[in-house]
């Protein structure tokens, strides 16, 4: 068994700091975050050539890198099926906004990306999505002391230019946190979004 160093968690990697003796203009101490990522060049290559399924069993279970964005946010995948996602996330100091929760930003992230990844399950190879809408709503703050929560993303409907998702945020009791549905614009063909000509 690998030992993880002090100050790091052991699911994400993500290790925080703060300075002993060192305060800033209002006399707390900062702290720091370092993490690591990988190349993301072989998961795109991934998708050109595996389903959507096999991509995110494949990231889920290490075989294809994690996107950055998912390490900078300590976001991890912890079922894939086809249709269904689901991604877990423990809110940290450092997802919080001015008022003292998580940012919505990081909780619409989260769900963003269980709704994309629940349709992304049902395409084939080569065919990619981008969200054309998301509509989000937030029911209770979280915070550190919510603990761990789950987003669950659905792919309710995948046709041939637009597929529909629901994602619903919980904590591990399963109260819920929020809830997102979205509209994907699906991009056959290298699933790459087409450039304007304009």
């Given at each position: 068994m690998e030992r993880v160093p002090p100050g790091v968690d052991s699911a994400s990697g993500i290790r925080s700091v703060s300075n002993p003796g060192e305060v800033d203009d209002v006399g707390v101490a900062p702290r720091s975050r370092v993490y690591t990522w990988a190349d993301p060049q072989p998961a795109a290559q991934a998708v050109r050539q595996l389903s959507?399924?096999?991509?995110?069993?494949?990231?889920?279970?290490?075989?294809?890198?994690?996107?950055?964005?998912?390490?900078?946010?300590?976001?991890?995948?912890?079922?894939?099926?086809?249709?269904?996602?689901?991604?877990?996330?423990t809110p940290e100091e450092w997802h919080y906004n001015l008022l003292g929760s998580v940012h919505g930003g990081i909780l619409a992230t989260l769900a963003d990306t269980a709704l994309g990844c629940a349709v992304h399950t049902r395409l084939p190879a080569g065919t990619g999505y981008t969200t054309q809408g998301i509509n989000m709503?937030?029911?209770?703050?979280?915070?550190?002391?919510?603990?761990?929560?789950?987003?669950?993303?659905?792919?309710?409907?995948?046709?041939?230019?637009?597929?529909?998702?629901?994602?619903?945020?919980?904590?591990?009791?399963?109260?819920?946190?929020?809830?997102?549905t979205t509209t994907c614009l699906l991009l056959p063909g290298g699933g790459h979004q087409p450039t304007s000509t304009v």
């Open positions: 959507g399924l096999e991509v995110l069993q494949g990231t889920s279970g290490g075989a294809v890198p994690r996107p950055p964005a998912l390490e900078t946010l300590g976001i991890a995948p912890v079922e894939v099926e086809s249709g269904r996602v689901v991604f877990e996330m709503n937030f029911l209770r703050p979280v915070t550190m002391e919510t603990g761990p929560i789950r987003c669950e993303g659905i792919a309710l409907n995948v046709g041939r230019r637009t597929a529909y998702a629901t994602a619903s945020i919980t904590d591990l009791t399963g109260r819920l946190l929020g809830h997102a």
